[in-house]
T-cell receptor, first 114, second 114 residues
Framework: KQEVTQIPAALSVPEGENLVLNCSFT??????LQWFRQDPGKGLTSLLL?????REQTSGRLNASLDKSSGRSTLYIAASQPGDSATYLC?????????????FGQGTTLQVKP | SAVISQKPSRDICQRGTSLTIQCQVD?????MFWYRQQPGQSLTLIAT?????????ESGFVIDKFPISRPNLTFSTLTVSNMSPEDSSIYLC???????????FGPGTRLTVL
């Protein structure tokens, strides 16, 4: 049974700092991995999608990496801003096809202080 | 991406009543998903709704408690029946799109049961 873990559960950094959020999963047989952002009381915004054959994806100040063999992904946020404050969720889609279910981690709540 | 709307955005309900949540997508999708996010928790998949067939429920969720309709390829409803305070959660509608099944979420419905 796939389990997804995110460390740390919460993180507070000063504005401008570069930071890394971690995601680990127990079953390396994944189809893809997705990072989301969730603002308090709101829905999820898709940030990055990495296919199992890819090593990383970049969007603006965000870079997500994937090491399937070790069951790890990281989300790197460069030059953090107060507007980046949110909960970041990692989710893996298991199996060898695009019909597998998304399994979510518990999230990392990020606070960027001005 | 996908534009997903949900109604209502929030509601406060009395124990024993039912609430129907609507989800509308901007274009046709094969599968729609309903998730629950209990306070302080991550997302849990309730069921997958396919047009023209009965919804597929995850372990721990039953049709009598969470009946789902999927009358066409852009719309679905989730009903939370005979509510109790334990049903207080955010309920999220989701769709997947594209060859890699990137998943997108609606803004959520925040339900409080008194």
């Amino acid at each position: 049974k796939q389990e997804v873990t995110q460390i740390p559960a919460a993180l507070s950094v000063p504005e401008g700092e570069n930071l890394v959020l971690n995601c680990s999963f127990t079953d390396s047989a994944i189809y893809n991995l997705q990072w989301f952002r969730q603002d308090p009381g709101k829905g999820l915004t898709s940030l990055l999608l990495i296919q199992s054959s890819q090593r990383e994806q970049t969007s603006g100040r965000l870079n997500a990496s994937l090491d399937k063999s070790s069951g790890r992904s990281t989300l790197y946020i460069a030059a953090s801003q107060p507007g980046d404050s949110a909960t970041y969720l990692c989710a893996v889609r298991g199996g060898s096809s695009n019909t597998g279910k998304l399994i979510f981690g518990q999230g990392t709540t990020l606070q960027v202080k001005p | 991406s996908a534009v997903i709307s949900q109604k209502p955005s929030r509601d406060i309900c009395q124990r024993g009543t039912s609430l129907t949540i609507q989800c509308q997508v901007d274009s046709q999708v094969t599968m729609m998903f309903w998730y629950r996010q209990q306070p302080g928790q991550s997302l849990t998949l309730i069921a997958t709704a396919n047009q023209g067939s009965e919804a597929t429920y995850e372990s721990g969720f039953v049709i009598d408690k969470f009946p789902i309709s999927r009358p066409n390829l852009t719309f679905s409803t989730l009903t939370v029946s005979n509510m109790s305070p334990e049903d207080s959660s955010i309920y999220l509608c989701s769709v997947s799109r594209g060859g890699y099944n990137e998943q997108f979420f609606g803004p959520g419905t925040r339900l409080t049961v008194l």
